[in-house]
């Protein structure tokens, strides 16, 4: 999953993020992740903005500012918005934080790119059929023990618990 803790509506630097990601979208549905974004604007506005980029996933509305206290990361900068500090979390299944990326200069914010391989080493490492050409893999499957292959071995609940 893909968490994005966002300065809000009115930063440009935001905009051409998320605009990057809306494009990326389709690949990470495909890819089973997920993303979603959390900003300190009300309702109103994280709707309007979410609907003015085109994205399709989950913005959180967080205007008492509880994610920017609890993680203690206001942007101090910023005395007029008063908003939290941009950060882009990569995040293994269990919500095992994976990577951080400290987006404070645009260029501290993760490219598509980088994304598309920290996701791709999660699931490397997760995924235990990543290669179905190992010779294990492939007695395993022969042998018709499906155990190592997702979605075989678990159940409609299993595989729609990890899906969404």
């Known amino acids: 999953m893909i968490l994005i803790l966002s300065r809000g509506y009115h930063c440009p630097k935001e905009r051409r993020q998320l605009m990057r990601l809306v494009d990326f979208y389709p690949e990470l549905k495909v ?3 997920r993303i979603a974004l959390i900003s300190n ?3 109103l506005a994280t709707n309007e903005f979410r609907d003015g980029l085109g994205a399709q996933w989950p913005f ?3 205007p008492g500012k509880k994610v920017m206290t609890d993680l ?3 942007e101090y900068t910023d005395p007029i918005h008063k908003p939290m500090a941009p950060y882009t979390l990569v995040l293994e299944p269990g919500l095992k934080v994976y990577k951080i990326y400290n987006g404070y200069w645009y ?4 490219s598509v790119e980088e994304l598309r391989q920290d996701l ?3 699931t490397r490492k997760i995924r ?3 290669d179905i050409f190992d010779p294990q893999l492939r007695a395993a499957w022969k042998a018709e023990d499906k155990s190592k292959f997702w979605p075989y071995g678990k159940s409609h609940d299993q595989v729609f618990v990890d899906e969404d």
């Open 31 to 33: 890819g089973y992740a």
């Open 41 to 43: 604007n009300d309702l």
């Open 60 to 62: 959180l509305s967080d």
């Open 72 to 74: 203690d990361i206001p």
């Open 107 to 110: 260029w501290g914010r993760p």
């Open 120 to 122: 791709r080493d999660i």
């Open 128 to 130: 235990l059929d990543w």
